[in-house]
């Protein structure tokens, strides 16, 4: 079992920025893949950003230049900066991990955090 707890979400304005955080505790060995999902209202979640093997990122296109996600394995968490944020950011950003122990993949989501992006 994984549990993952963001923290970082809040209100800004357009412009500015933000850094969301997401702590894994439990069973966090073979945690291959981390990464952020929003979900506006009224709208379907997609992916905002994720690391692959601690090597490869993926950023969805209206976020690349302005977000950076990074992993830092020594403290099991992973970080999504948010730069130059416009109001169509405005979503609730759920941290999401895959485990897989060669058995069984299994995918673990936060609780979710607010981000309010004011015009």
């Known amino acids: 079992q994984v549990h993952l707890v963001e923290s970082g979400g809040g209100l800004v304005q357009s412009g500015g920025s933000l850094r969301l955080s997401c702590v894994a505790s439990g069973n966090i060995f073979n945690l291959w893949r981390m990464g952020w999902y929003r979900q506006a209202p009224g709208k379907q979640r997609e992916l905002v950003a994720t690391v692959i093997t601690n090597t490869r990122t993926v950023y969805e296109d209206s976020v690349k230049g302005r977000f950076t996600i990074s992993r830092d394995n020594t403290k099991n968490t992973v970080y999504l900066q948010m730069n130059k944020l416009k109001p169509e950011d405005t979503a609730v950003y759920y941290c999401?991990?895959?485990?897989?122990?060669?058995?069984?993949?299994?995918?673990?989501w936060g609780q979710g955090t607010q981000v309010t992006v004011s015009s």
């Open positions: 999401n991990a895959d485990h897989d122990d060669g058995i069984d993949e299994v995918t673990y």
